[in-house]
């Protein structure tokens, strides 16, 4: 099993460039989530879907917009990048609802916006 | 709402010497908690989890966390720490309601020789 897996692993978009990061998992997850990491503010919650079909915005979705293709694939689209999206992206799933809550990791795309 | 605090940003340690990770909780009933590991480069790794029953409890690499009610903690040690223990610890705690988790900002672990 390759777990969650992200592409691109790195890029750099120049101001009001549009990008799709990609996250696909091979666990039958039914829960899918994207964070954003700054240094020294944790992890931070863009966007969620709690199972097929459904999405919710979590603490920072400005700026941002989500796929939930299917029940494996998970992606988050910055349609006009800003510098002040410039971070580390990482995609978890987790077995869903009232199931399990440990959430299991991608390896993250560095992102910088110029 | 639920939060998490990691007071400590920064520790160093000597290889060999025994480690304890601080990780404060703001919640109302019994929490689900979790401490992940990230090394640089990588992405986050779950080393242990609570959920309910005995306070301490073990995880992966030799480390092990108590829960304590009390002080609404839930602390990470490790008896004597190796220097690929050096990397970014996060203690988490799930939202009462839903399955989101609430992360702390992370303490870095530095290991000197």
């Known amino acids: 099993n390759a777990g969650v897996t992200q592409t691109p692993k790195f890029q750099v978009l120049k101001t009001g460039q549009s990008m799709t990061l990609q996250c696909a998992q091979d666990?039958?997850?039914?829960?899918m989530y994207w964070y954003r990491q700054d240094p020294g503010m944790g992890l931070r919650l863009i966007y969620y879907?709690?199972?097929?079909?459904?999405?919710d915005k979590g603490e920072v979705p400005n700026g941002y917009n989500v796929s939930r293709l299917n029940k494996r694939e998970f992606s988050l689209r910055l349609e006009s990048a800003a510098p002040s999206q410039t971070s580390v992206y990482f995609c978890?799933?987790?077995?869903?609802?009232?199931?399990?809550?440990?959430?299991?990791f991608g390896p993250g795309t560095r992102l910088t916006v110029t | 709402a639920q939060s998490v605090t990691q007071p400590d940003i920064h520790i160093t340690v000597s290889e060999g010497a025994s480690l304890e990770l601080r990780c404060n909780y703001s919640?109302?009933?019994?929490?689900?908690l979790f401490w992940y590991v990230q090394s640089p480069g990588q992405g986050l790794q779950l080393l242990l989890k609570?959920?309910?029953?005995?306070?301490l409890v073990q995880g992966i690499k030799g480390f092990e966390a108590e829960f304590k009610r009390s002080q609404s903690s839930f602390n990470l040690r490790k008896p004597s720490v190796h220097w690929s223990d050096a990397a970014e610890y996060f203690c988490?705690?799930?939202?009462?309601?839903?399955?989101?988790?609430?992360f702390g900002a992370g303490t870095i672990l530095r290991v000197k020789s």
């Open positions: 879907s709690a199972s097929e079909g459904t999405t």
């Open positions: 978890a799933s987790s077995e869903g609802p009232r199931i399990n809550y440990e959430q299991y």
């Open positions: 666990m039958n997850h039914n829960s």
């Open positions: 609570y959920f309910s029953g005995d306070t």
């Open positions: 919640y109302g009933a019994t929490p689900y």
């Open positions: 988490a705690v799930k939202r009462e309601y839903g399955n989101k988790l609430v």
